[in-house]
């Protein structure tokens, strides 16, 4: 399923950025699955597949996305699961399932992780620590386009501390961290 999923992110994303932060998700989205005991494959492929339209569609993200994952095969729950990382901001389909609410978090995170992690010495997860990123969350200027008030509401959701989603997303990104870059 992670390799089909990897495939069908690259047919519809060329920017290489973009099929990093897919990568990046899909491994925080595993990290939480195993976690979880749940279905690390199923969890990686969503978080791998979750902006599957904005390369393509920007101005229809979340949208697109239904269709593209329709003919690619995927089932209806699937594709909730990738919609709901939307909700609130250009879909009305909230997350509902464990699975979905981390996706909704975690998604903003990564981007800002990855941004704080560039900004260091090693350029790299594997030594950037919770204070590090929390200092780089806390200035609205750094990364000024991650949405930080999805991250809280996420937390919020999952009722899980701030801390602590960064700690998971760290070790998540750091399992793929060859494969982002980072």
Request: proline letters at 2%.
């Amino acid at each position: 399923m992670k390799e089909k999923a990897l495939e069908v992110l690259k047919k519809y994303n060329k920017s290489e950025a973009l099929v990093r932060h897919g990568i990046g998700v899909g491994g925080v989205m595993a990290y939480f699955a195993n976690e979880a005991k749940e279905d690390v494959d199923y969890w990686t492929a969503v978080g791998l597949l979750h902006d599957i339209d904005y390369e393509m569609y920007p101005n229809e993200h979340c949208i697109k996305a239904k269709e593209l994952l329709k003919e690619n095969g995927y089932d209806q729950e699937f594709i909730h699961a990738v919609v709901s990382h939307g909700y609130g901001l250009v879909v009305d389909i909230k997350p509902e399932l464990y699975m979905e609410k981390v996706l909704y978090t975690i998604d903003e995170l990564t981007g800002l992780i990855g941004a704080a992690a560039l900004m260091r010495p090693s350029k790299s997860v594997m030594d950037i620590e919770i204070k590090s990123v929390k200092k780089k969350f806390k200035d609205k200027a750094f990364a000024a386009s991650i949405n930080r008030e999805v991250i809280l509401e996420g937390c919020q959701i999952l009722d899980i501390e701030l801390d602590v989603i960064i700690d998971k997303c760290i070790q998540g990104m750091r399992s793929v961290a060859k494969d982002i870059g980072l």
